[in-house]
């Protein structure tokens, strides 16, 4: 799967998959845009891609922040000059219940960040893709698929809108020779439930229960999932476009997750 001077952005590269898919492409040979907000995660990735294949390009950005969107794709396409592959990858969990305060509030950013940002960068990105034939990975989950877990409406809702809209963009993109797809991982074991402030034990136990919940009795790794982001993005994958990729160690097979109360 080589990606021989193939230029890659990776939304959320700076932790988790986003990181292992960065790292991944780096070694196959492609020129990587590695976003992130925080800098010295993003350079502790960077040296990693380094360390396999070449200095990738560092751009600091909320995906939140269209003026840091629109500094993503200007500044890939100034320093390497075009654009291959688009990883939509930036995420965040989140826990809510419709009868809670500030509700809204709490939807409006996982929508932002999970679903809007996702759309703002692929209009973005779109007339450069157009012109290389070029292809986006979305990265979405289960939950888009399937209600997996209680509490959690706003980031199933918001990886449900990817899924639709993964598939409404495919076929818009391909009689222009754009593939667009999504992967739909399971549980992952990496920084997400830090990020939200969950208690070490209270993750502790969330990535216990659903190692045991799961039929294969494991929750994946970020590799895992950076590989067959790749294999999607990659010639290989070249009749696929408008598919979803579940990832999950059979999880969407159970029938119930189980009640699990993240306490924050
Ligand atoms: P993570 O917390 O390790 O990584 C998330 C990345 O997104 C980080 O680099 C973070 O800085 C970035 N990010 C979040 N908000 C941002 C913003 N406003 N602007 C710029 N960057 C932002 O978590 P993980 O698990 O690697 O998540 C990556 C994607 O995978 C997310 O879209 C998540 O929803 C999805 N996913 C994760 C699963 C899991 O079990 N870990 C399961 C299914 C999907």
């Given at each position: ?20 898919t ?13 976003v ?67 509700v ?22 779109a007339p ?21 877990i ?8 918001s ?5 639709h ?17 999504s ?31 799961s ?17 999607i ?32």
């Open positions: 799967m080589s990606f021989k001077n193939k230029v890659v952005i990776v939304t959320g590269a700076s932790s988790g998959i986003g990181a292992a960065a790292i991944a492409f780096s070694k196959e040979g492609a020129r990587v845009t590695i992130g907000r925080n800098q010295e995660k993003l350079r502790y990735v960077s040296e990693q891609c380094s360390a396999v294949g070449s200095k990738p390009l560092v751009i600091t950005a909320d995906v939140t922040n269209d003026e840091d969107l629109k500094k993503i794709v200007h500044g890939t396409i100034k320093h390497f000059g075009k654009l291959d592959v688009l990883v939509n990858n930036a995420g965040i969990f989140s826990i809510d219940k419709i009868l809670s305060e500030n809204v509030d709490s939807f409006d950013k996982v929508i932002a960040t999970n679903l809007r940002s996702a759309v703002y960068l692929t209009h973005l990105a450069h893709l157009i012109e290389t034939k070029g292809n986006i990975v979305n990265v979405s989950s289960i939950v888009g698929k399937r209600v997996t209680e509490n959690c409406f706003a980031y199933h809702t990886k449900a809108g990817l899924d809209f993964t598939k409404c963009v495919a076929l818009e993109l391909a009689p222009k020779g754009v593939r667009v797809n992967v739909n991982p399971g549980f992952v074991r990496t920084d997400i439930m830090q990020v939200l402030g969950v208690k070490k034990e209270a993750q502790e136990d969330f990535w216990d229960s659903m190692t045991k919940t039929p294969l009795g494991k929750v994946a790794d970020s590799e895992e999932i950076a590989d067959l982001i790749l294999f993005a990659s010639d290989k994958g070249r009749s696929i476009t408008g598919s979803s990729f579940v990832s999950d160690n059979g999880a969407i097979l159970v029938p119930h997750l189980g009640n699990i109360e993240l306490q924050a």
